[in-house]
């Protein structure tokens, strides 16, 4: 609402198409950005230091929540919010490993280096 600076009432109506659907464009677990609507499975382990933390919350719907022998804790979820999803890992302040998609591991990547003041590597 704050950036809407003139609006003028009108008789056009709008019809939401048949086919359209909300979760091809949005997931409001991690982000509600409208994007291309591909979704992926985030697989991230975290530290044990943080296995409380982690294992205490519902971070997706349809997460799968695993504690491994050395008391690291794998989390997996499907998303199609990939830029909010890099927001999320980089906030564990580097206590949190991405293991998969590989677009994930490059933007986190990419993020952490102009964080440090570097070039993003290729």
């Known amino acids: ?5 003139k609006c003028e009432i009108t008789e056009k109506s709008f019809s939401v198409p048949r086919d ?6 949005l997931d409001p677990e991690m982000g509600v950005w409208n994007n291309s609507g591909d979704s992926f499975t985030v697989e991230i382990e ?4 943080l296995k ?3 294992t205490e919350r519902i971070w997706h719907k349809n997460q799968v ?3 491994n022998a050395d008391g690291s804790v794998y989390l ?7 830029d909010q999803t890099v927001a999320w890992v980089l906030s564990f302040a580097g206590r949190a490993k991405v293991l998969n998609p590989p677009e994930l591991k490059e933007e986190v990547a990419k993020a952490a280096q102009k964080i440090l003041g570097k070039a993003a590597e290729s």
């Open 76 to 82: 997996s979820f499907k998303t199609n919010q990939i």
């Open 46 to 49: 975290f530290e044990s230091s």
């Open 20 to 25: 359209f659907k909300i979760e091809n464009h």
């Open 1 to 5: 609402m704050p950036r809407i600076r």
């Open 52 to 54: 409380t933390f982690v």
């Open 65 to 67: 929540l695993l504690e």
